[in-house]
């Protein structure tokens, strides 16, 4: 049975949003894993650590390019997703874990990523930009060859993020949000 795949606008809306809304607002967050494939179709490889380049992306990752300013889409750099969403998206599919069939590079936990967007971050020492909140898409579908995964990450399938600083991500590193800027006026 083929899964019914409807087009994505570019960016979700925020109101339908169904992923990690913690129960208290001073969270604590981390990574807990991290995955990159050279190939646009590739197993996403599990790593320890990865070095992330300021407008470019991951290392050994698909989406790693000489510059995503340059074409606008600091957006594909780097893409996150939450441990919770695929606990629960793993359940009502009735497998183990999905998080490398989810094609996201690094995995949060205690994150609610929807806290991420339009706002600056730390991934341990790397410094990052919520972009825009995402929809999984028909190559998901076809690359992970997961019946249903399209609806189990329908409104939760991720934070698509632009790196700001160069650095190594390590799994367990801290996830942070960055305190808002207060602009001077003159």
Do not use: Y
């Not at 934070?159 to 160069?166: Q, T, V, Y």
């Amino acid at each position: 049975m083929t899964q019914a795949i409807r087009t994505m606008p570019e960016e979700m809306p925020v109101d339908v949003w169904r992923g990690f809304r913690p129960q208290k607002a001073d969270w604590q967050g981390r990574v807990l894993g991290i995955f990159v494939t050279p190939e646009s179709a590739g197993e996403m490889v599990s790593l320890p650590e990865v070095w992330a380049f300021a407008d470019r992306g991951l290392a050994g990752d698909r989406f790693f390019r000489d510059s995503w300013s340059a074409v606008k889409r600091s957006d594909k750099a780097v893409s996150l997703i939450e441990d919770e969403v695929l606990q629960l998206a793993a359940r009502e599919l009735g497998v183990e874990s999905i998080a490398d069939k989810s094609r996201r590079n690094i995995v949060t936990r205690g994150v609610p990523l929807i806290e991420l967007l339009h706002h600056e971050f730390t991934v341990g020492g790397v410094l990052m930009r919520g972009i825009r909140l995402f929809e999984p898409c028909g190559h998901l579908v076809k690359v992970s060859k997961l019946p249903g995964i399209f609806r189990a990450l329908d409104h939760r399938s991720g934070l698509k993020a632009a790196i700001l600083s160069s650095g190594t991500i390590h799994v367990g590193d801290k996830i942070a949000l960055q305190p808002a800027v207060a602009t001077a006026t003159a």
